[in-house]
Protein backbone atom coordinates (compact mmCIF):
# COMPACT_ATOMS: atom_id res chain seq x y z
CA UNK A 1 0.00 0.00 0.00
CA UNK A 2 1.01 3.38 -0.76
CA UNK A 3 1.88 6.36 0.90
CA UNK A 4 -0.54 8.85 -1.01
CA UNK A 5 -3.29 5.35 -0.08
CA UNK A 6 -2.51 6.09 3.03
CA UNK A 7 -3.16 9.50 3.53
CA UNK A 8 -6.17 9.27 1.54
CA UNK A 9 -7.70 6.68 3.64
CA UNK A 10 -6.86 9.16 6.27
CA UNK A 11 -8.40 11.92 4.72
CA UNK A 12 -11.92 9.77 3.77
CA UNK A 13 -12.05 9.21 7.74
CA UNK A 14 -11.14 12.40 8.88
CA UNK A 15 -13.99 13.55 6.27
CA UNK A 16 -16.39 11.46 7.33
CA UNK A 17 -16.03 11.50 10.82
CA UNK A 18 -16.47 15.06 10.72
CA UNK A 19 -19.58 15.19 8.67
CA UNK A 20 -21.08 13.00 11.42
CA UNK A 21 -19.96 15.66 13.87
CA UNK A 22 -21.77 17.93 11.54
CA UNK A 23 -24.58 15.62 11.64
CA UNK A 24 -24.65 15.27 15.08
CA UNK A 25 -24.52 19.37 15.69
CA UNK A 26 -27.68 19.82 13.12
CA UNK A 27 -29.58 17.02 14.62
CA UNK A 28 -29.21 18.65 18.46
CA UNK A 29 -29.48 22.28 16.74
CA UNK A 30 -32.89 20.81 14.84
CA UNK A 31 -34.02 19.41 17.95
CA UNK A 32 -33.55 22.99 19.87
CA UNK A 33 -35.29 25.06 16.90
CA UNK A 34 -38.38 22.14 17.73
CA UNK A 35 -38.35 22.71 21.28
CA UNK A 36 -38.08 26.81 21.01
CA UNK A 37 -41.14 26.41 18.90
CA UNK A 38 -43.17 24.04 20.98
CA UNK A 39 -42.29 27.01 24.00
CA UNK A 40 -43.27 30.09 21.96
CA UNK A 41 -46.26 28.27 20.62
CA UNK A 42 -47.18 27.84 24.44
CA UNK A 43 -46.25 31.35 25.48
CA UNK A 44 -48.55 32.80 22.22
CA UNK A 45 -51.42 30.71 22.97
CA UNK A 46 -50.92 31.74 26.67
CA UNK A 47 -50.59 35.27 25.48
CA UNK A 48 -53.47 34.62 23.21
CA UNK A 49 -56.14 33.24 26.61
CA UNK A 50 -54.55 36.30 28.74
CA UNK A 51 -55.74 38.74 25.79
CA UNK A 52 -59.40 36.78 25.79
CA UNK A 53 -59.78 37.10 29.85
CA UNK A 54 -58.56 40.87 29.40
CA UNK A 55 -60.97 41.77 27.21
CA UNK A 56 -64.10 39.80 29.01
CA UNK A 57 -62.99 41.16 32.23
CA UNK A 58 -63.30 44.62 30.19
CA UNK A 59 -66.34 43.83 29.13
CA UNK A 60 -67.93 42.23 31.95
CA UNK A 61 -66.76 45.40 34.22
CA UNK A 62 -68.02 47.99 31.87
CA UNK A 63 -71.59 46.47 31.03
CA UNK A 64 -71.60 45.86 35.01
CA UNK A 65 -70.77 49.54 35.89
CA UNK A 66 -73.18 51.11 33.11
CA UNK A 67 -76.30 50.03 34.84
CA UNK A 68 -75.91 51.59 38.60
CA UNK A 69 -74.70 54.61 36.94
CA UNK A 70 -77.32 54.84 34.65
CA UNK A 71 -79.16 54.66 38.14
CA UNK A 72 -77.13 57.87 39.34
CA UNK A 73 -77.33 59.78 36.12
CA UNK A 74 -81.47 59.62 36.24
CA UNK A 75 -81.74 60.27 39.83
CA UNK A 76 -79.29 63.49 39.51
CA UNK A 77 -82.22 64.62 36.56
CA UNK A 78 -84.72 64.10 38.75
CA UNK A 79 -83.65 65.63 41.71
CA UNK A 80 -82.07 68.51 39.03
CA UNK A 81 -85.92 68.56 37.87
CA UNK A 82 -87.34 69.53 41.24
CA UNK A 83 -89.94 66.71 41.25
CA UNK A 84 -89.97 65.90 44.69
CA UNK A 85 -89.17 69.42 46.00
CA UNK A 86 -87.45 72.33 45.55
CA UNK A 87 -83.49 72.14 45.87
CA UNK A 88 -81.29 74.57 48.11
CA UNK A 89 -78.51 76.29 45.91
CA UNK A 90 -75.73 74.52 47.39
CA UNK A 91 -78.40 71.56 46.80
CA UNK A 92 -77.94 72.37 42.79
CA UNK A 93 -74.08 72.26 42.92
CA UNK A 94 -73.60 69.09 44.47
CA UNK A 95 -76.19 67.44 42.24
CA UNK A 96 -74.30 68.61 39.17
CA UNK A 97 -71.08 67.70 40.65
CA UNK A 98 -72.50 63.72 41.44
CA UNK A 99 -73.70 64.31 37.55
CA UNK A 100 -70.75 65.14 36.29
CA UNK A 101 -68.60 62.76 37.86
CA UNK A 102 -71.21 60.09 36.87
CA UNK A 103 -71.07 61.72 33.45
CA UNK A 104 -67.00 61.40 33.40
CA UNK A 105 -67.26 57.24 34.94
CA UNK A 106 -69.88 56.65 31.97
CA UNK A 107 -67.21 57.91 29.27
CA UNK A 108 -64.52 55.89 30.91
CA UNK A 109 -66.80 52.87 30.82
CA UNK A 110 -67.58 53.41 27.29
CA UNK A 111 -63.65 53.57 26.16
CA UNK A 112 -62.88 50.40 27.87
CA UNK A 113 -65.58 48.78 26.25
CA UNK A 114 -64.82 50.04 22.85
CA UNK A 115 -61.05 48.98 23.48
CA UNK A 116 -62.23 45.40 24.29
CA UNK A 117 -64.73 45.16 21.71
CA UNK A 118 -61.24 46.40 19.43
CA UNK A 119 -59.51 43.67 21.23
CA UNK A 120 -61.78 41.18 20.41
CA UNK A 121 -62.68 41.70 16.88
CA UNK A 122 -65.81 42.72 17.31
CA UNK A 123 -65.63 46.62 16.38
CA UNK A 124 -67.71 46.62 12.95
CA UNK A 125 -67.64 49.32 10.13
CA UNK A 126 -70.79 50.34 8.66
CA UNK A 127 -69.52 52.75 6.26
CA UNK A 128 -71.99 55.19 3.83
CA UNK A 129 -72.00 58.44 1.78
CA UNK A 130 -72.16 61.55 3.84
CA UNK A 131 -71.93 65.11 3.54
CA UNK A 132 -69.36 67.49 5.33
CA UNK A 133 -71.58 69.70 6.39
CA UNK A 134 -73.88 67.65 8.40
CA UNK A 135 -70.76 66.25 10.46
CA UNK A 136 -69.71 69.47 10.77
CA UNK A 137 -73.53 70.73 12.51
CA UNK A 138 -73.87 67.58 14.69
CA UNK A 139 -70.36 68.31 16.44
CA UNK A 140 -70.99 71.89 16.87
CA UNK A 141 -74.64 71.40 18.33
CA UNK A 142 -72.84 68.71 20.45
CA UNK A 143 -70.19 70.88 22.14
CA UNK A 144 -72.30 74.37 22.13
CA UNK A 145 -73.90 74.11 25.45
CA UNK A 146 -69.94 73.17 26.65
CA UNK A 147 -68.27 76.47 25.37
CA UNK A 148 -71.16 78.81 25.59
CA UNK A 149 -69.99 81.57 28.43
CA UNK A 150 -66.46 79.92 28.04
CA UNK A 151 -63.33 81.71 27.60
CA UNK A 152 -62.41 79.35 24.37
CA UNK A 153 -64.43 79.92 20.87
CA UNK A 154 -65.13 76.80 19.56
CA UNK A 155 -64.67 77.53 15.56
CA UNK A 156 -65.58 74.91 12.89
CA UNK A 157 -64.23 76.46 9.20
CA UNK A 158 -66.61 75.35 6.33
CA UNK A 159 -64.98 73.00 4.87
CA UNK A 160 -63.77 73.78 1.06
CA UNK A 161 -63.14 71.21 -2.29
CA UNK A 162 -64.30 68.21 -0.42
CA UNK A 163 -66.52 65.91 -2.24
CA UNK A 164 -68.91 63.32 -0.13
CA UNK A 165 -67.64 60.61 1.75
CA UNK A 166 -67.67 57.05 1.72
CA UNK A 167 -66.85 55.92 5.42
CA UNK A 168 -68.43 55.57 8.96
CA UNK A 169 -69.24 58.70 9.77
CA UNK A 170 -69.60 57.63 13.44
CA UNK A 171 -66.20 56.44 14.04
CA UNK A 172 -65.02 59.65 12.44
CA UNK A 173 -67.00 61.83 14.58
CA UNK A 174 -65.80 60.08 17.75
CA UNK A 175 -62.44 60.51 16.49
CA UNK A 176 -63.01 63.95 16.12
CA UNK A 177 -64.96 64.25 19.39
CA UNK A 178 -61.95 62.84 21.06
CA UNK A 179 -59.78 65.31 19.75
CA UNK A 180 -61.96 68.39 20.62
CA UNK A 181 -62.83 67.26 24.22
CA UNK A 182 -58.82 67.15 24.77
CA UNK A 183 -58.49 70.65 23.45
CA UNK A 184 -61.24 71.93 25.10
CA UNK A 185 -59.57 70.19 28.36
CA UNK A 186 -56.12 71.97 27.73
CA UNK A 187 -57.41 74.99 26.68
CA UNK A 188 -58.26 77.52 29.05
CA UNK A 189 -57.82 80.66 27.16
CA UNK A 190 -58.24 81.46 23.08
CA UNK A 191 -59.47 78.88 20.96
CA UNK A 192 -60.16 75.31 19.58
CA UNK A 193 -60.48 75.34 15.44
CA UNK A 194 -61.92 72.32 13.70
CA UNK A 195 -61.15 72.45 9.39
CA UNK A 196 -60.90 70.09 6.89
CA UNK A 197 -59.18 70.20 3.51
CA UNK A 198 -57.75 67.53 0.97
CA UNK A 199 -54.83 65.79 1.46
CA UNK A 200 -54.00 64.60 -1.88
CA UNK A 201 -56.38 63.49 -4.46
CA UNK A 202 -57.68 60.27 -2.27
CA UNK A 203 -57.41 61.82 1.04
CA UNK A 204 -59.01 64.27 3.38
CA UNK A 205 -57.30 65.46 6.54
CA UNK A 206 -59.02 66.70 9.57
CA UNK A 207 -57.37 68.25 12.34
CA UNK A 208 -58.24 70.38 15.46
CA UNK A 209 -56.17 73.24 16.26
CA UNK A 210 -56.04 74.49 19.95
CA UNK A 211 -54.06 77.48 21.49
CA UNK A 212 -53.24 75.41 24.70
CA UNK A 213 -50.54 74.47 26.88
CA UNK A 214 -49.12 72.33 24.19
CA UNK A 215 -47.11 68.42 24.11
CA UNK A 216 -43.13 67.94 24.80
CA UNK A 217 -42.18 66.77 21.92
CA UNK A 218 -40.32 63.85 23.75
CA UNK A 219 -44.15 62.46 24.55
CA UNK A 220 -45.63 62.90 20.85
CA UNK A 221 -44.26 59.33 20.00
CA UNK A 222 -46.21 57.49 23.02
CA UNK A 223 -49.18 59.76 22.82
CA UNK A 224 -51.35 57.53 21.24
CA UNK A 225 -50.94 54.28 22.64
CA UNK A 226 -52.90 52.48 25.27
CA UNK A 227 -53.60 54.63 28.73
CA UNK A 228 -50.73 57.08 28.17
CA UNK A 229 -51.62 60.72 29.67
CA UNK A 230 -49.74 63.87 29.58
CA UNK A 231 -48.26 64.56 32.76
CA UNK A 232 -48.70 68.10 33.59
CA UNK A 233 -50.59 70.07 36.45
CA UNK A 234 -53.49 70.28 34.43
CA UNK A 235 -53.81 66.70 33.69
CA UNK A 236 -53.49 65.87 37.86
CA UNK A 237 -56.89 67.95 37.87
CA UNK A 238 -58.42 65.89 34.87
CA UNK A 239 -59.49 62.27 34.98
CA UNK A 240 -59.83 59.93 32.36
CA UNK A 241 -58.59 56.45 31.55
CA UNK A 242 -55.75 57.60 28.72
CA UNK A 243 -57.63 55.37 26.07
CA UNK A 244 -59.09 58.11 24.45
CA UNK A 245 -56.24 58.95 21.70
CA UNK A 246 -55.23 55.23 21.57
CA UNK A 247 -58.94 54.50 20.14
CA UNK A 248 -58.53 57.40 17.98
CA UNK A 249 -55.50 55.29 16.69
CA UNK A 250 -57.38 51.91 16.37
CA UNK A 251 -60.53 53.70 14.90
CA UNK A 252 -58.46 55.52 12.06
CA UNK A 253 -56.64 52.38 11.71
CA UNK A 254 -60.48 50.68 10.93
CA UNK A 255 -60.89 53.59 8.63
CA UNK A 256 -57.81 53.11 6.67
CA UNK A 257 -56.41 56.16 7.83
CA UNK A 258 -53.93 57.30 10.43
CA UNK A 259 -53.53 60.11 13.02
CA UNK A 260 -51.03 62.47 14.18
CA UNK A 261 -50.03 65.48 16.27
CA UNK A 262 -48.39 68.50 15.68
CA UNK A 263 -47.31 70.67 18.86
CA UNK A 264 -45.69 73.25 20.96
CA UNK A 265 -44.94 73.65 24.55
CA UNK A 266 -46.79 76.96 25.49
CA UNK A 267 -48.04 77.59 22.19
CA UNK A 268 -51.06 74.73 21.32
CA UNK A 269 -51.16 71.66 19.41
CA UNK A 270 -52.97 70.40 16.40
CA UNK A 271 -54.06 66.60 16.36
CA UNK A 272 -55.24 65.38 13.01
CA UNK A 273 -56.73 62.50 11.17
CA UNK A 274 -56.08 61.65 7.51
CA UNK A 275 -58.63 58.78 5.67
CA UNK A 276 -59.31 57.95 2.14
CA UNK A 277 -62.24 60.18 0.72
CA UNK A 278 -63.96 56.16 0.18
CA UNK A 279 -63.03 53.32 2.92
CA UNK A 280 -63.11 50.85 -0.23
CA UNK A 281 -64.04 50.64 -4.01
CA UNK A 282 -67.96 51.20 -3.50
CA UNK A 283 -69.83 52.46 -6.86
CA UNK A 284 -69.22 56.03 -7.75
CA UNK A 285 -72.10 58.27 -5.58
CA UNK A 286 -74.74 58.57 -7.51
CA UNK A 287 -76.11 61.32 -5.53
Not at 7 to 30: G, M, Q
Not at 174 to 201: C, D, W, Y
Request: glycine letters at 8%; hydrophobic letters at 40%.
Amino acid sequence: MTDSTVYNDAEIERLRSENESLRAELEETNQGVLALYAELDTQAEQLRQASDLKSRFLSYMSHEFRTPLGSIRSITRLLSDELDGPLSDEQHKQVVFISGAASELSDMVDDLLDLAKIEAGRITISPAWFDMFDLFAALRGMFRPIVDGNSVDLIFEEPQDIPRLYTDDKKLAQILRNFISNALKFTQHGEVRISARPEGEREVRFAVTDSGIGIPAELHGNLFEDFVQIDSPLQKRLRGTGLGLSLCKRFAGLLGGRVGLESTPGVGSTFFVIIPLAISAEPVDGA
